[in-house]
């Protein structure tokens, strides 16, 4: 049975860390790329950044300011680490999974939704003082 499992969510002040972690089960992450999502209330859920197998790395904008994307393939565990964080961060928090071929290993990682093919639960994130 595949599974991602999302931890480490919670409420945090601003200017506040957290980390994220994502574990997967029923697979080796060792070929697929690693995707984290955020849905705000109200709006669509958007990319954050991803990372494939080989630890190349892609951002959504800004996020690479504040957020890091990392991964231990040993541990099939995924993380996203969120410093100086903002009210605006507020959301729910998902990791993904998807396993490229052909052309798409030699390009940047996706993250777009449709790229992905397995999904974690969610895990909250608040920020707020």
């Known amino acids: 049975q595949l599974q991602l499992v999302e931890s480490g969510g919670g409420w945090v002040q601003p200017g506040g860390s957290l980390r994220l972690s994502c574990v997967v089960s029923?697979?080796?992450?060792?070929?697929?790329?690693i995707g984290w999502f955020r849905q705000a209330p109200g709006k669509e859920r958007e990319g954050v950044a991803c990372?494939?197998?080989?630890?190349?790395?892609n951002y959504r904008g800004s996020m690479k300011d504040r957020f890091t994307i990392s991964r231990d393939s040993a541990k099939n565990t995924g993380y996203l680490q969120m410093n100086s964080l903002k009210p605006e961060d507020t959301a729910i928090y998902y990791c993904?999974?998807?396993?490229?071929?052909?052309?798409?290993?030699?390009?940047?990682?996706?993250?777009?939704?449709?790229?992905?093919?397995?999904w974690g639960q969610g895990t909250q994130v608040t920020i707020s003082s």
């Open positions: 029923g697979f080796s992450l060792e070929t697929y790329t």
């Open positions: 990372i494939d197998r080989e630890s190349r790395i």
């Open positions: 993904a999974a998807y396993r490229p071929s052909g052309l798409e290993l030699f390009r940047t990682c996706l993250i777009g939704l449709d790229a992905y093919d397995y």
